[in-house]
């Protein structure tokens, strides 16, 4: 009997020391997994592979953004503001996308560039705190490219006074023209447009002489058809201030009607039939963005306009009072409540929260909380003045080009954010004006179909510009 009580007692040691041995193995797979989840949120420093923790308290000063308006990056990736991060140990960098207008520097435990070091169990502070400039200048260079229609692309080297035709792949094509142009800085620019042209069903062939398709067989009494008509859009590039273009992306069967880049790597176009498109690497490669979030009677409109004043955040619009927002770099949309139904053609945005939209029938509207209300501003030009698009060069001081009535050019200024708007008449040569940019507070161009004018005492007078009697523009850009 002594025997058998000392086996019983021997199993029971067994069993208890596997069920520990379980539960061991088991807390340290968990442990394990969990800290790879901590680090795969922020991604590798300089060194280490244990954790600490980081907490990065966002500071704005002046302007108009709000802390949310900043997204907070370690190592890269995206995080919270206001709340400890797991980061490996080592040394780790503290970053954010930046948003116009605004200086960034770091303090407390990271250095002014923004690195801080940490090591097993450290739990650290760091303050990024981004102070708004009221400077004017957008823009130091004296570079502004213009383009428009039968593939013209030209450029200034003195605000507009005179142009130049710059050669490139549609020059002279009558059926080619440019909707926008965006130049991230001096080297690097894009322009995109549409072509229509005309296409025979199989067994035709085109006959401009008579603009139908013509059955091959002569031997056949077929009639005659008409042609079916076709537009693709198309991406140009340079990367020597305009010397040279190539021909970098064709979106079939879709116009495409406007460029913006911010920088030489990151760019947005966007067209017809509600197609954004964007690229991450200088277009290389072009991803169509995501449309889902519209309804189907909203898919066929155009998209006129693009702006973002961020990597992450950036607003499109168009027909029919389309405004759209993404926060995740163009990747999908989200439609807000514009309060028009009235066509948009242009977005201009100051921050990623203080946005100008402008469009037909004298349509201004401004938002300050990143499109969750937009306001309407009042316009001193009568009711049907179609207004073509707007600029700002600080929080306050901006422009906006479009038609006095549908008749005669003009141009409006502000100088307190858009609460008034003062009219500054443009001379009766310029008809209708498509586009208007400053590089500051004095020296400006405007340009639409006969010419450009330009101004150097901020829009008191305008002058005729270097291609007055041969450019129909539809878009400008300084080169930054």
């Known amino acids: 009997m002594k025997k058998i009580h000392i086996r019983i007692i021997s199993i029971l040691g067994l069993i208890i020391i596997l069920v520990a041995s379980v539960f061991i193995l088991k807390n340290n797979k968990d442990l394990t997994i969990s800290a790879s989840r901590q680090l795969a949120q922020v991604g590798t420093s300089t060194s280490?592979?244990?954790?600490?923790?980081?907490?990065?308290?966002?500071?704005?000063?002046?302007?108009?953004?709000?802390?949310?308006?900043?997204?907070?990056?370690?190592?890269?990736?995206?995080?919270?503001?206001?709340?400890?991060?797991?980061?490996?140990?080592?040394?780790?960098?503290?970053?954010?996308?930046?948003?116009?207008?605004?200086?960034?520097?770091?303090?407390?435990?990271?250095?002014?560039?923004?690195?801080?070091?940490?090591?097993?169990?450290?739990?650290k502070l760091c303050s990024v705190t981004n102070t708004y400039s009221t400077s004017t200048s957008t823009s130091t260079s004296t570079k502004v490219f213009a383009v428009g229609y039968n593939g013209d692309i030209r450029v200034s080297s003195n605000d507009g006074q005179t142009m130049t035709v710059q050669n490139n792949p549609w020059s002279g094509n009558a059926s080619f023209t440019y909707k926008g142009v965006s130049f991230p800085n001096t080297q690097n620019g894009w322009v995109v447009g549409k072509r229509g042209y005309n296409s025979c069903p199989s067994g035709y062939t085109y006959n401009p002489s008579t603009i139908l398709c013509d059955w091959s067989s002569s031997s056949s009494t077929v009639s005659s058809i008409p042609p079916i008509a076709n537009i693709d859009g198309h991406v140009v590039k340079t990367n020597n201030a305009g010397t040279s273009w190539v021909n970098q992306f064709t979106a079939t069967n879709y116009g495409l009607n406007a460029v913006y880049f911010t920088n030489s790597f990151r760019g947005w176009v966007v067209g017809q039939k509600t197609h954004l498109y964007r690229t991450t690497n200088g277009g290389v490669s072009w991803n169509l963005g995501s449309t889902t979030s519209f309804s189907p009677t909203v898919i066929p409109l155009e998209f006129t306009s693009v702006h973002f004043p961020s990597s992450f955040f950036g607003y499109v619009v168009g027909q029919k009072g389309i405004i759209a927002k993404?926060?995740?770099?163009?990747?999908?949309?989200?439609?807000?409540?514009?309060?028009?139904?009235?066509?948009?053609?242009?977005?201009?945005?100051?921050?990623?929260?203080?946005?100008?939209?402008?469009?037909?029938?004298?349509?201004?509207?401004?938002?300050?909380?990143?499109?969750?209300?937009?306001?309407?501003?009042?316009?001193?030009?009568?009711?049907?003045?179609?207004?073509?698009?707007?600029?700002?060069?600080n929080s306050t001081t901006g422009w906006i080009t479009g038609l006095k009535g549908g008749i005669g050019a003009a141009v409006l200024k502000t100088t307190n954010g858009g609460i008034t708007w003062t009219i500054q008449a443009l001379p009766v040569t310029l008809v209708l004006p498509n586009d208007i940019q400053f590089r500051n507070a004095t020296n400006g161009i405007t340009a639409g179909l006969n010419g450009d004018m330009y101004t150097n005492l901020g829009g008191v007078p305008w002058i005729v510009g270097g291609a007055s009697t041969i450019g129909k523009f539809n878009s400008v850009d300084y080169a930054q």
Request: aromatic share 6%.
């Open 48 to 123: 280490g592979t244990s954790t600490a923790l980081l907490t990065i308290k966002k500071i704005v000063s002046g302007g108009t953004a709000l802390p949310s308006s900043f997204q907070i990056l370690i190592n890269g990736s995206p995080v919270a503001q206001n709340t400890p991060i797991s980061v490996p140990t080592g040394t780790s960098n503290v970053s954010e996308v930046s948003v116009p207008g605004y200086t960034a520097t770091y303090g407390v435990d990271c250095n002014s560039l923004g690195n801080v070091t940490l090591a097993l169990g450290d739990s």
């Open 326 to 393: 993404s926060t995740n770099g163009g990747s999908s949309l989200i439609l807000q409540t514009s309060g028009t139904i009235q066509d948009l053609n242009d977005v201009y945005c100051r921050s990623t929260s203080v946005c100008y939209v402008v469009g037909e029938n004298n349509t201004i509207l401004r938002t300050t909380n990143g499109g969750t209300n937009w306001f309407t501003q009042t316009s001193p030009l009568p009711a049907n003045s179609p207004l073509k698009a707007v600029h700002f060069i």
